[in-house]
Structures are given as structure tokens and as C-alpha cells.
């Protein structure tokens, strides 16, 4: 995990939340949480210079310290993997990667991930909280490196339209590749049988 990226989401959203685990403490904006690892249990006046944040601007932050909404054991009965589709959307200006597991779909802020690049066995799950909600589990094997909040409210009537549209029309376009690759296979045929070559 990348510190730096981290510290970038806080100074971002000017938001720190602390949370402190059974074995490590761990940090966020409150939508992402990340376990500082290796690192011992820290006061809100230890984490400023950690996470390169100039005295002058402290005060600006907002800054809670509360008990972790999940487990932070690595593996739990109330979750599932997911896989990423390989698709990332831009909504509104909003970036988007999409997760799918167990006939469910998930969409993650891209931004999130960001602290992770170094994690290269990367794996991805849908942990169901104690309300029924769900959260992203990313792991590096099986260790536990980071829990994210699905964006998933980004959705409404105009998103379903907007994708119902991409699909009847990428569904056009394959038609139409369809369409073209059979007229180019029986043109191959045609010149295969005549020894004729195509103008």
C-alpha cells in the first residue's frame, strides 16, 4: 500500500477517520478504510507529519475516531468474490470500475484502488455488513488491504436508460460486425474459387 495515495484521498476530502482494529489501526475518509500495518497505534497529532500534512492546514481537517464497522479478519462466511469486468465508466463526470459476484453488481471510485497499484495478487469481495449493506474487501492473497464503499447510488432511472442505450446499440454495432465479417469470408470464397483478386 502507498501511504502517499492515501494521504492524498484524506487531503482531498479534508477527512480522517481512525479506526482501531484488534491488530492495527486503520485509516480513511470514511468511505475507504486502510490498515496501517507494521505501525504502532498512533494520536491524532502523530498522524499529521506521517501523512505530510502542514501544521498550518490541521485544524482545517475533520477528524473522528470511531470502532470499524466490519471485520478485519481476512476471510469471513458473509462474503464473495467478485470480479472485475474490465470496464471503467465515466458518469457525469464521476469515474466508475464495475465489479460483478453472485448476480450482483458493485461500482467502485477508481480513486480508492489507487493506494493499492503496488498490490499486484490482488483480489476483490463483497463483505455483507452486520445492517445487510455491503462493502469491497480488496486483498493481496489472503490479507485484508483495504475496505472500500460501493458507489453504487450513482444509479437512477437516467443511468438505466443511459446503459440500456449503450447496450441496443453496441448490440447494432455487433450485428453490423457480424454482418460485415460474413460478407468479407463469402468475398474470400468468391476469389478463392475464381483465382480472381479483389479490386
Do not use: H
Amino acid at each position: 500500500m502507498k501511504l502517499k495515495d492515501v494521504s492524498a484521498l484524506l487531503r482531498a476530502g479534508r477527512t480522517i477517520i481512525i479506526q482501531k482494529g484488534k491488530d492495527c489501526q486503520w485509516i480513511g475518509d470514511g468511505f475507504s478504510a486502510y490498515p496501517m500495518y507494521g505501525l504502532p497505534y498512533m494520536e491524532e497529532q502523530n498522524l499529521r507529519p506521517l501523512l505530510d500534512i502542514p501544521e498550518n492546514k490541521w485544524d482545517s481537517y475533520r477528524i473522528n475516531s470511531m470502532p470499524l464497522p466490519f471485520t478485519e479478519d481476512d476471510n469471513t462466511p458473509q462474503e464473495f468474490a467478485l470480479s472485475d469486468m474490465g470496464v471503467d465508466i465515466n458518469y457525469k463526470g464521476t469515474v466508475l470500475t464495475l465489479l460483478i459476484g453472485n448476480r450482483k453488481l458493485f461500482f467502485v471510485q477508481p480513486k480508492y484502488l489507487k493506494p493499492l497499484q503496488d498490490v499486484s495478487d490482488r483480489s476483490y469481495f463483497a463483505r455483507k455488513l452486520e445492517n445487510d449493506t455491503y462493502v469491497i474487501a480488496v486483498k493481496e492473497g489472503f490479507i485484508l488491504r483495504a475496505v472500500i464503499m460501493p458507489y453504487n447510488n450513482i444509479v437512477d432511472e437516467m443511468f438505466i436508460d443511459t446503459m440500456k442505450t449503450i447496450y441496443s446499440l453496441s448490440a447494432d454495432i455487433l450485428i453490423a460486425n457480424k454482418d460485415e465479417k460474413s460478407r468479407r469470408d463469402e468475398l474470400d470464397r468468391f476469389m478463392e474459387l475464381t483465382g480472381s483478386e479483389e479490386a
